[in-house]
Each structure stands twice: as structure tokens, then as C-alpha cells.
């Protein structure tokens, strides 16, 4: 999950109505969407740049990217650095290059390509407190001693705060796990029957009808990012150490494609401003009361990104954090009944969501 997908719940949010009414729209204006943030860890960095889309387009998920923007992270000693879009709309800094610091501000200036400009609010990096333990439990949807849809791992964390200080934090849940395809299996149906017709990607062509390798497939093996859904905030300024005790951060599946090798949860604990944490707190609110159509409305989901240069608003936010995290793997073996082998998938793994073919480091 990334930081984006909040923000597009958000514009769900205020575009879902119980009884019709007879209203005059305004016309739809592309918003520009904004999501990034830094902390005191070494880079990179990323922040992401979209356009909304109507409401009433089809996969509102797939945003427009805002591309060819000049995109900067600068601080409040006279530091900056320009960063480089990587992919569509997605904009990222060198891995030695800026580095938040605690005890400095940090803001986002950007310049779009048609020459309109935006920046954040100066958002400052707090000292944040320690995750001391990571716990998880076995969900049993349908307790057949098999897995089903809906079986997987509730994870928990305990973490504290800083003594006199004032904590305002966020836990915040990555899960990574290691999926294996065979775009190599692929077939295409033809008149003389179904033929191979393996992905590029897979370092297999159709030669005279048989597979023959030539290359190093690229996208067998993946491992996808799994976040968490509703972000876990401390409720009040706490007069004690110990800000979170068996805290509910997340939900990971266990099936045979998550299951595959094993899981890897990172739980990380950050510090949050006033401002990013009334906005934080604004999204579990949104999060939690979305499916409830008696919920009372929480309030705009106002980020910190304003335009320079004319008067459009602008969603989303780029944020400073102090950071500290901890790690567990989950093994095949935390499941109380055998694990079956994973499906032989003919696609590219990078069709997952949130995939990359780059082995993480933590992965042992």
C-alpha cells in the first residue's frame, strides 16, 4: 500500500452520496495529486505526482501521471536536490543524496511542464521512540484445515515514545514476500491450435514451435510490497513511555503465491508534526468510517501542498519523519496445515501490484 492510496480513497470519499440530489456540478478539474515524504534514514526518496481522474471514469486507480515536472527536496540550511523521474509521474532522489536530519524542516518545491508551481509546508523532523516487539497471529477463515480465501496473519507491535516529548506517531506496516511466475508457459490460440508465445521478459522465444532459451528471464521471480490499510496513530499526547501495546498494524495473506518462499513484516515507527498527524488522523477516520454510511463526515482531507502561481488546489501531502523500525520473517511453516506448492501463473511477476524483480536486502 502505498501513501497514494489514501488519497484516492479520499476523493471516493467525498464523491459517494446517500440520497440523490438536484444539484448543479461545477465542471471536473484535473486536481494534481501529491505523495511523498523523507526522514532521517539514507535515501532515496520518492514522491509520486498524479491528475485525478472524474469519478465517473473507469480504473480510477490508474491516475494520470504528472510527467516532466522539475521536483526538488530542499531543507531549511539551504540544502536541495533535483529528482529524477524514474517512471511516469514517480520522482525519486540519487541514493547519496539528501538525508533527513532530526531537528531540520523539510518541503517539496515542484514546476510542472506547462510552468505552474507548487510547494509544502515545511514539515519538521521529530525524534521518534522504538519498536520493541512485533507479534502475529494465525487467522483461520473457514477452520477446514486448509487454506482459504481470507486466511492470513493479524500483526501486532508494541513500541514506545521519548520521555518528555510530545508524541505524536505513526505505525506504519510493509510486508514483502517472494512470488515466482513462468511467463515462459504463455500460449496464444492461432488456427493451428495453441501455440508458445512467451513474455519478452522470460528469456524464452518461439522458435519453429518449440521454447528455446536465449536470455535470463527477468520477471520469474518478484517480491511484492503489502501495506497496511488504515494507519496507526497514537489517539493523545501520551504521559507515558509506552505508546502502543499489542497494537493491530496490519493484515497480511497466507496463500500459496504469499507463502512461497516466506514473509518478511517491518513495522516502522514515525514521527509526525501537529499538522501531518491532524492529517493522519483524518485518514483513519476516513478509513474506518467509509463503509458506514452513518459515519458523521470527518472534514476535508486538506494535505500541504499549495500552487504558487494560480489558484488550483492541490491534493495530497509531503511529510518529514523521524524513523525507527523493526523486522520478523513469517515462515511457511506458521501455518498450522501443509502449504501447498504455488500456481504456475504464465504472466510476468511485475504484473503484482507493488512488485519489483530487485532482491531487497533483507531478503535472506
Known sequence: MRFFNYIVLGLLFFGACVDPADIDIPPFQYQ???DGY???E???????MYRSRPLDEADLDRLIPERFAKVFIKDDQGNSELLTETEPGVYVSAESGIQGVIGRSYYVEITTIDNKQYQSEPDLIKPVGEVTAINYEYVDANIEGKLDEGDGFTIYADATGIPDVEDLVRLRMIATYQVKTFPETRTIRTEAGFVPAPFPCSGYINQDGRLVKVNEC???DCWVNVY????SITDEQFTTNDLFIGKEVGFVDANRRTLYDKIHVEVQELSLTPD???FWKLVRAQKLGVSNIFQPPSGKLQGNVKALNSTEEVLGIFWAAGINKKSIFIDRTDVPYQV????TLAAPCLFFTNSSNQKPSFWQ
Request: with cysteine.
Open 42 to 48: 539514507p535515501g532515496p526518496y520518492t514522491v509520486r
Open 38 to 40: 523523507i526522514t532521517n
Open 276 to 278: 501531518t498527524y491532524r
Open 228 to 231: 497496511d490499510q488504515i494507519p
Open 32 to 34: 494534481i495529486v501529491v
Open 340 to 343: 501447498p506448492p504455488i500456481d
Open 218 to 220: 527477468t520477471c520469474c
